[in-house]
């Protein structure tokens, strides 16, 4: 099973960018469907994004589309979210997640098998 770590959070204004990274412990890194959920006080956690093995295929929450982009580099185990032009809705605990396969509906957290400790985001306007 592969160990997930969040890095990249933090503080912004309305208008500004961050980028947060995904850190696997395997070295099958490419085995893995990897995915960004975020989470609001009170909220249900969100699918934000999605992306295939390869890299191949990449899906996003209408809300974020056109404003963050997700990627992978599977030599470096790792997957990324950049995020621009960052909106107060934006704030919340962003998580990475993985999954061997695609069993389930992409947008439950319970298809995914693997997560991280999670990455605060707090926009302000």
């Known amino acids: 099973q592969v160990q997930l770590v969040e890095s990249g959070g933090g503080s912004v204004q309305a208008g500004g960018s961050l980028s947060l990274s995904c850190v696997g412990s395997e070295g099958t890194f490419s085995n893995y469907f990897i995915s960004w959920f975020r989470q609001a006080p009170g909220k249900e956690r969100d699918l934000v994004a999605r992306?295939?093995?390869?890299?191949?295929?990449?899906n996003y929450a209408d809300s974020v589309k056109g404003r963050f982009t997700i990627s992978r580099d599977n030599a470096k185990n790792s997957a990324y979210l950049q995020m621009n032009n960052l909106e107060p809705e934006d704030t919340a605990v962003y998580f990475c997640?993985?999954?061997?396969?695609?069993?389930?509906?992409?947008?439950?957290?319970?298809?995914?098998?693997?997560w991280g400790q999670g990455t605060r985001v707090t926009v302000s306007s």
């Open positions: 997640a993985a999954a061997t396969n695609l069993e389930g509906p992409p947008h439950l957290a319970s298809t995914w098998n693997y």
């Open positions: 992306i295939s093995w390869s890299g191949s295929s990449r």
